[in-house]
C-alpha cells in the first residue's frame, strides 16, 4: 500500500507543472507570431514578384508589338492612328528595364528555379535586343520567349505560395510536438491529482 502525498508536495508538483505548461504556452505563441509575421512578409514578396513579373511581360510584349508594327508599316507607321507615340516606347522600354531589375533584386540566385527563371527573362531581354536589329524575323522569337518566361513563372509563385501554407519549420516543430507535449503534461497531471491520495 503506498502512503497518501503529503498536500505540500502536491502544491509543489502542481506549481511546477503550471510552471512548465505556461513555458511552453509561451513558446507556442511567440512561435505563432513569428510564423504569422513571416507568412505576411513572403505572401508581400509572392505578390510583389506577381506584379513585377506581369509588369515586365507586359511591357516585354508592348515594345514587341511595337517593333512588329514599325517594321511592318516602314515610315507611315507613324502616321497610322493606332500606333504608339516615341515618348510612350520611351517609357515601355524604362518599364521593361525597371520590372526586370526589381525581379533579379527579388530573386535569390542560388535557387535553381530562380535561375533558370532568370535566364528566361534574360533571353527575353536579349531577343528584344536583337529585334530592333531584324525586326520581323526576331519579333516571333522575342514573344515566344515572353511566354515562356511567364509559363516557368507560374509553378515559381505556387511552391512560394506552398511554402507559405506549411509554415516555417519551427512552426511545424511547434504545432507537430510542443502542442501535444502541453497537452500530455495537463493530462498527466490531471491524472496525478485523481490518482494520488492525499494527505490531510
Same mark, same amino acid.
Given at each position: 500500500m503506498t502512503d497518501p502525498l503529503p498536500s505540500n508536495a502536491l502544491v509543489a508538483i502542481a506549481t511546477v507543472v503550471a510552471a512548465v505548461i505556461a513555458g511552453l504556452i509561451s513558446v507556442v505563441a511567440l512561435t505563432l507570431t513569428k510564423e504569422q509575421k513571416t507568412s505576411e512578409f513572403r505572401q508581400a514578396w509572392i505578390d510583389g514578384l506577381r506584379s513585377d513579373l506581369a509588369d515586365y511581360l507586359a511591357a516585354a510584349r508592348a515594345m514587341a508589338r511595337v517593333i512588329e508594327e514599325a517594321a511592318a508599316f516602314g515610315d507611315k507607321y507613324a502616321a497610322l492612328p493606332f500606333t504608339i507615340p516615341p515618348d510612350q516606347v520611351g517609357e515601355i522600354r524604362r518599364n521593361v528595364a525597371v520590372s526586370l531589375y526589381r525581379i533579379k533584386l527579388r530573386l535569390n540566385p542560388d535557387e535553381k528555379e530562380h535561375q533558370e527563371l =532568370?535566364?528566361?527573362?534574360?533571353?527575353?531581354?536579349?531577343?528584344?535586343?536583337?529585334?530592333?536589329? !531584324?525586326?520581323?524575323? &526576331?519579333?516571333? %522569337?522575342? =514573344?515566344?520567349?515572353?511566354?515562356?518566361?511567364?509559363?516557368?513563372?507560374?509553378?515559381?509563385?505556387? !511552391?512560394?505560395?506552398? &511554402?507559405?501554407? %506549411?509554415?516555417?519549420?519551427?512552426?511545424?516543430?511547434v504545432r507537430n510536438w510542443l502542442v501535444p507535449v502541453v497537452f500530455a503534461l495537463c493530462a498527466f497531471f490531471a491524472w496525478l491529482i485523481v490518482s494520488v491520495k492525499i494527505a490531510a
Open positions: =532568370l535566364r528566361l527573362l534574360g533571353s527575353v531581354s536579349e531577343t528584344q535586343k536583337q529585334a530592333v536589329s !531584324a525586326p520581323l524575323e &526576331r519579333t516571333a %522569337a522575342m =514573344l515566344q520567349a515572353v511566354e515562356t518566361a511567364a509559363d516557368y513563372s507560374r509553378p515559381i509563385l505556387k !511552391a512560394e505560395w506552398r &511554402r507559405v501554407k %506549411a509554415g516555417e519549420p519551427q512552426f511545424r516543430l
